[in-house]
C-alpha cells in the first residue's frame, strides 16, 4: 500500500491562473480532506469530500473548490490564483464513519504563485 | 470556533534532558486532542492521541480540560525526536483537525 499518494510534488503558476491538485487515499480509506500549509504555520482545513460530496468546509473563498471521484481519490482546484495561495497543499484520507478515525496525510505539493 | 495554541517555535534540547511542549486549545465542547511529527523529509503522521492515554515512543500527553492544555512530555530526549511536532484538535469528531502553528525540536548529541 503505497499510502496517500499526491501529485504533483510541485508546480509553479502565475497570478490568476487556475490550479488543480490530485490526491489518491490510502487503501480502503472512502474521506478525503485538504488542507493549505503556509511557511510557517499549521496545516489549515480547507474542506473534505465524503461519498462524492463536500461534507465540511473551512473558511476558504469559493475561489477553493474540490470533487470527489467514484473511486475516492479527490482534486483541489483553485481558480484565480492569488500569490497568498502559494503554500503546501495536504491531502488526508481516512474512514468516513462518524467519529475519529485515524487520518494518514500524503506528502503534499508545494505550489508557488508568481 | 477551534483554537490551538503551540507558543514555541523552536525548542533545544540535550540529548537526556526532558522534553516538554505546551499546547493549549479553545473549544466549548469535548475536543479529541492528537499530536502529529514530521520528521525531515517525511509525511505529516500521528504521534499520540489523549483517548489512547498511550505512550508512544516515550512521549505521553494528558489532557487537561480544567486548563484546556494537552502538553507532550518525554523523559530522556534522543537524537531521533528531532522533528516538527504539531498539536491537533478535533472538535467535531469528523477528522476535521486544527493545528496549532508546531514545535521544531532540535535535540543536540
Known amino acids: 500500500d503505497a499510502g496517500v499518494t499526491q501529485s504533483p510534488t510541485h508546480l509553479i503558476k502565475t497570478r490568476g491562473q487556475q490550479v488543480t491538485l490530485r490526491c489518491s487515499p490510502k487503501?480502503?480509506?472512502?474521506?478525503v480532506s485538504w488542507y493549505q500549509q503556509a511557511l510557517g504555520q499549521g496545516p489549515q482545513f480547507i474542506f473534505q469530500y465524503y461519498e462524492e460530496e463536500e461534507r465540511q468546509r473551512g473558511n476558504f473563498p469559493d475561489r477553493f473548490s474540490g470533487h470527489q471521484f467514484p473511486n475516492y481519490s479527490s482534486e483541489l482546484n483553485v481558480n484565480a490564483l492569488l500569490l497568498g495561495d502559494s503554500a503546501l497543499y495536504l491531502c488526508a484520507s481516512s474512514l468516513g464513519s462518524r467519529g475519529y478515525t485515524e487520518a494518514f496525510f500524503g506528502q503534499g505539493t508545494r505550489l508557488t504563485v508568481v | 470556533a477551534q483554537r490551538v495554541t503551540q507558543p514555541e517555535k523552536l525548542l533545544s534540547v540535550f540529548k537526556g534532558a526532558p522534553v516538554e511542549l505546551k499546547c493549549n486549545y479553545s473549544y466549548s465542547g469535548s475536543p479529541e486532542l492528537f499530536w502529529y511529527v514530521q520528521y525531515s523529509r517525511q509525511r505529516l503522521q500521528l504521534l499520540l492521541r489523549?483517548?489512547s492515554r498511550e505512550s508512544i515512543k516515550g512521549f505521553t500527553a494528558d489532557l487537561n480540560k480544567g486548563e484546556t492544555s494537552f502538553h507532550l512530555k518525554k523523559p530522556f530526549a534522543q537524537e531521533e525526536d528531532s522533528a516538527m511536532y504539531y498539536c491537533a484538535l478535533d472538535g467535531g469528531g469528523n477528522n476535521r483537525l486544527a493545528f496549532g502553528k508546531g514545535n521544531q525540536v532540535v535535540v543536540i548529541p
Open positions: 487503501s480502503g480509506h472512502d474521506t
Open positions: 489523549h483517548i
